[in-house]
């Protein structure tokens, strides 16, 4: 079976001529003398779409994609580098370097929680440390969601009508991007309709 983008002819009014056709990935726009025809048959929702020529109000190119990954990306990096710089700046060794906890041979039976305290400390003086491998560790998860935003972005080319009119919206891939929505304004100006595309 013919696609209908092939056969536009058939879906036009009595008077109505095209003005240009363009190929936007899977999809095909038409413009012709009164209205806008966009052809999405291997996309979901419906294979066709339009809108009469002065309910547009302009054409433009978007990025989407997943804002709370970059969120995650973001506060991971943030967080990262702030525990990263502080367990650098931190003297924490230089700090404690003076307290000790005296030696004890087991008077007053409290060897035990002093044992406990002399680990405390120890790990106090391993805190920057531990800081700057967490921090580390963070800026390495980072990675991650930075990448999951970047493989799932989405360029889409949006034809914007007016009043309560829905946008039709056609995902663009990489390749077909470059002018696409430069050459459709182009072709929706009044006045530009006096070739076929």
């Known amino acids: 079976m ?12 009595e008077g109505e001529s095209v003005v240009d056709r363009i190929e936007v990935g899977t999809a095909t726009v038409v413009v012709t003398s009164h209205r806008v025809l966009a052809f999405t048959p291997r996309q979901d929702g419906a294979n066709f779409q339009q809108a009469d020529r002065p309910n547009v109000t302009g054409v433009s190119m978007t990025t989407d994609s997943d804002s709370a990954v970059l969120g995650y990306a973001l506060r991971a990096t943030a967080y990262g580098l702030a525990l990263v ?6 003297p924490i060794d230089r700090l404690l370097s003076g307290v000790t906890i005296p030696e004890t041979t087991g008077q007053l ?28 560790l963070l ?45 459709l304004e182009g072709a929706l100006v009044p006045g530009s309709d006096s070739t076929d595309g």
């Open 139 to 183: 800026l390495l998860f980072a990675i991650v969601p930075f990448g999951v935003y970047l493989w799932s972005r989405e360029q889409s080319l949006v034809i914007e009508l007016a009043a309560d009119d829905e946008s039709i919206t056609l995902p663009v891939p990489e390749s077909d991007s470059e002018g696409v929505a430069d050459r």
């Open 2 to 13: 013919s696609r209908w983008s092939d056969r536009v002819e058939e879906l036009l009014y």
């Open 85 to 90: 710089v502080t367990g650098v700046l931190l």
């Open 109 to 136: 039976g409290i060897g035990g929680v002093l044992g406990l305290f002399q680990r405390l400390l120890s790990l106090l003086r391993n805190l920057d440390d531990l800081m700057q491998a967490f921090g580390a």
